[in-house]
């Protein structure tokens, strides 16, 4: 089922240009990386970004987590479905991203901070792993104001489903739990993102003020099990670590929380609030082969997965909507499928 009105989907996080580029050791070694992590860049990391594209033949390629999971969902439901938030600079950088998402028929609606520039992620590819290190630079300088502006807010007032990638909780608080709020009071869909394992471990406080919203909480199985440590759960079993979150205290009671945890290629894991199975959804092989990149693999699975949820689809449906996305994603270079590849979702039935 369609959505019955434009922009039902709204989507908040950090806008970056991915600096992606083909690395070893040795590289990972030189800026004191780990080969599959994400990080916020320090002052030691802020050579990366230009050794990856003088040495390191790196592409630019527009991302930004939650960035890439509008442009997903986007590509799934039909036109002028999806609007994303965040801000940009005022440069080269900032129409590079609003071009990449003007060809996947994304609307954006950043904030421009002029003094400074569009944030980076620097990619560093080993393998089918990868290394991600972020200077958040402008995406940094979102502001509630912008948030709360009339043309902006009436766009929020407007859709019926948020998505917030967790790496927002680094940057501007009060306008998550503004969106956080707006679904709770309307009976309105709240969908976060854990993004990484520094946010339950470092910004524990204010992931757990948005906690009471979430209808539907979204990470892999690191994330979960560092959120598990955080919160000292007692329990490293992800299936366990999914249940509690799920049955933790929720603000709106018309909707049951849904947990979703993916783990790489082994089953995603769904607890449902008040329901003491936990399900697996087994995940559909692909051939290493094939596998050309699975940066933004997981951006790809909570766009294909909220993009089933707009649409109505039972739980299995937006399951495998997810993985079907997901899939797609790791053939091709950058975060995303290609907008010249027509989405067949009958494929991912």
């Keep these: 089922m369609a959505p019955s009105k434009e922009f039902a989907l709204l989507c908040l996080e950090n806008p970056l240009l991915d600096i992606q580029g083909q690395g070893d ?28 594209l003088q040495n390191h033949d790196a592409k630019l ?12 969902a986007q590509y799934i439901l039909p036109p002028k479905s999806v609007l994303y938030i ?23 609606e950043y904030r421009v901070d002029p003094d400074t520039p ?23 300088e979102y502001k509630i104001e912008h948030l709360k502006s009339p043309n902006i807010w009436a766009l929020v007032q407007q859709a019926s489903f948020y998505f917030v990638g967790g790496y927002h909780l680094t940057v501007c ?16 869909v709240f969908a976060l993102s854990l993004s990484a394992p520094f946010i339950p471990q470092f910004f524990k ?48 009671q018309k909707r049951k929380r849904t947990v979703v945890i993916t783990q790489g290629t082994d089953p995603t894991v769904v607890a449902v609030q008040g329901e003491h199975d936990v399900r697996e959804f087994p995940v559909h092989e692909i051939d290493k082969a094939k596998i050309c990149d699975t940066n933004g693999a997981g951006d790809a699975f909570a766009g294909g997965f909220i993009a089933g949820v707009v649409e109505g689809r039972s ?4 399951i495998n909507l997810g993985q079907w996305l997901a899939r797609l994603s790791i053939q091709e270079l950058g975060p995303h499928p290609a907008p010249l ?6 494929q991912a039935a």
Excluded at 61 to 72: E, K, L, W
Aim: glycine residues 8%; proline residues 4%.
């Design 25 to 52: 050791e040795s590289l990972l070694s030189k800026y004191g990386l780990k080969a599959n992590d994400a990080i916020l860049a320090e002052e030691k990391h802020m050579d990366l970004y230009e050794d990856l």
């Design 61 to 72: 390629i527009a991302g930004g987590a939650a960035q890439n999971t509008a442009r997903g």
């Design 86 to 108: 965040g801000c940009v600079g005022s440069d080269k950088y900032a129409s590079i991203l609003r071009s990449a998402c003007e060809a996947a028929g994304l609307r954006v």
């Design 118 to 140: 569009t944030g980076r992620c620097g990619v560093i590819i080993t393998g089918h792993d990868r290394s991600m290190c972020t200077h958040l630079a402008a995406a940094n």
């Design 173 to 188: 608080v009060p306008a998550v739990l503004a969106l956080a709020e707006e679904a709770a009071a309307h009976d309105k």
């Design 205 to 252: 406080d204010p992931l757990d003020q948005t906690a009471p919203y979430w209808d539907y909480l979204i990470g892999n199985e690191t994330e979960a099990k560092t959120y598990a440590d955080s919160h000292s759960l007692g329990t490293q079993d992800v299936a366990q670590i999914a249940r509690q979150i799920a049955d933790l205290p929720k603000k709106n």
């Design 315 to 318: 739980l299995e449906e937006s």
């Design 341 to 346: 590849h027509p989405p067949n979702t009958s």
